[in-house]
Every structure is written in structure tokens, then in C-alpha cells.
């Protein structure tokens, strides 16, 4: 079974860190691109971060960069938002996902659609000011 689990959100001050972890199982996270997105209240979804399966590039949205940096652990089978000064607008509920594609495809879906081949449940982050 394909599932995807996120955890490590959380409360953190403006300027504050959290490193968000996204669990695989049924696949390994390096056969396929895995993305994070973000939606918060009121505010159109965001797609965050990719890594690509194919060489390990990243690609971050322009309001992260430099701030945010995706990785991922093969042997842990898991991806990783490590998410340095904080500020609140990055408040939001963020997913990892995947569509067992191509960073290309999956960048282009979070506009679209919440709809993946495998998605996660979903973690809160609170930026306070």
C-alpha cells in the first residue's frame, strides 16, 4: 500500500525553525519526484518544494527560497522541509506529495488539483509574530 505520512509541525516564533518529515511506504522516495504543498485559510495553495527522483535537484517557490531546503534520507525512506526563519505568513496546513512523476508534473498538479497519487494527511505549522 502507497501511503505517505508527514509529521513535525508545529508552533514556532517569527525567526524559528521546524523540520517537517514526510514518511514513505509502498515506494521508495527515490523512484519518484515528491513535492510539499501548503494551503492556508482564505489563501490559494502553494506549491513549496520539490525534489526530483531522477538527480536529487530542488526546486522551491520564490517566496521560500533561501529560507526552506527539501532533502530526502533513502535509507529512512523519508523526505524532509527543513523550514528556517519563519515568518508568519507561512502559517498553513503543509502535504507532501507525490504523483509518481517528474517534479514538472507534480509542481504543475499542486496548482490544480489536491488530488495525487499519494498524498499525505497533512501538518499544521504556526508562524507566530
Known amino acids: 500500500q502507497v501511503q505517505l505520512v508527514e509529521s513535525g509541525g508545529g508552533l514556532v516564533h517569527a525567526g524559528g525553525s521546524l523540520r517537517l518529515s514526510c514518511a514513505a511506504s509502498?515506494?521508495?522516495?527515490?523512484?519518484?519526484?515528491i513535492g510539499w504543498f501548503r494551503q492556508a485559510p482564505g489563501k490559494k495553495r502553494e506549491g513549496v518544494s520539490c525534489?526530483?527522483?531522477?538527480?536529487?535537484?530542488?526546486y522551491y517557490t520564490d517566496s521560500v527560497k533561501g529560507r526552506f531546503t527539501t532533502s530526502r534520507d533513502n535509507a529512512k525512506n523519508t523526505v524532509y522541509l527543513q523550514m528556517n526563519s519563519l515568518k508568519p505568513e507561512d502559517t498553513a496546513v503543509y502535504y507532501c506529495?507525490?504523483?509518481?512523476?517528474?517534479?514538472?508534473?507534480?509542481?504543475?498538479?499542486?496548482?490544480?488539483?489536491?488530488?495525487?497519487?499519494?498524498r499525505g494527511q497533512g501538518t499544521q505549522v504556526t508562524v507566530s509574530s
Open positions: 506529495a507525490t504523483d509518481f512523476g517528474n517534479c514538472a508534473r507534480l509542481l504543475s498538479k499542486f496548482q490544480t488539483t489536491t488530488y495525487f497519487a499519494s
Open positions: 509502498g515506494f521508495t522516495v527515490d523512484y519518484y519526484a
Open positions: 525534489i526530483s527522483n531522477s538527480d536529487g535537484r530542488t
